[in-house]
C-alpha cells in the first residue's frame, strides 16, 4: 500500500523555523522526484519545491527560495522541507507528494500556521 505520511507542522511565530517531514513506503522511493506542495483555503495548490531523485536538483518557489531547504533521504525513504525565516503567508496545508513517469502519490497534508 501506498503511504506518504507529513508531520512536523504546527503554529509558529512569524520568523519561526520548522522542519516537515514525509515518510514514504510502499513504492520504489527512489524512482520518484518528491515535492512540498501547499494550499491556502480559496486557492489552488501551489509548488513550494521538488528534488530530483536522481541528480538531486532542487527547484524552488520564488516565494520561499533562500528561506526553505528541500531534501531527501532515499536510504530512509524519506523528504525534508526545513523551513526558516517563516512569514504570515507560509501559512497553509502542505502535502508531500511523489511523482513517477506515469504517477503521482499524494500525502494527507500537514497544517501550517504562521501566527503572532
Known amino acids: 500500500q501506498v503511504q506518504l505520511v507529513e508531520s512536523g507542522g504546527g503554529l509558529v511565530q512569524p520568523g519561526g523555523s520548522l522542519k516537515l517531514s514525509c515518510a514514504a513506503s510502499?513504492?520504489?522511493?527512489?524512482?520518484?522526484?518528491t515535492s512540498w506542495y501547499r494550499q491556502i483555503p480559496g486557492k489552488e495548490r501551489e509548488l513550494v519545491a521538488s528534488?530530483?531523485?536522481?541528480?538531486?536538483?532542487?527547484v524552488y518557489a520564488h516565494s520561499v527560495k533562500g528561506r526553505f531547504t528541500i531534501s531527501r533521504d532515499s536510504a530512509k525513504n524519506t523528504v525534508l522541507l526545513q523551513m526558516n525565516s517563516l512569514k504570515v503567508e507560509d501559512t497553509g496545508v502542505y502535502y508531500c507528494?511523489?511523482?513517477?513517469?506515469?504517477?503521482?502519490?499524494w500525502g494527507q497534508g500537514t497544517q501550517v500556521t504562521v501566527s503572532s
Open positions: 507528494s511523489a511523482s513517477g513517469i506515469s504517477e503521482t502519490f
Open positions: 510502499g513504492f520504489s522511493f527512489s524512482n520518484y522526484a
Open positions: 528534488i530530483s531523485n536522481f541528480a538531486g536538483s532542487e
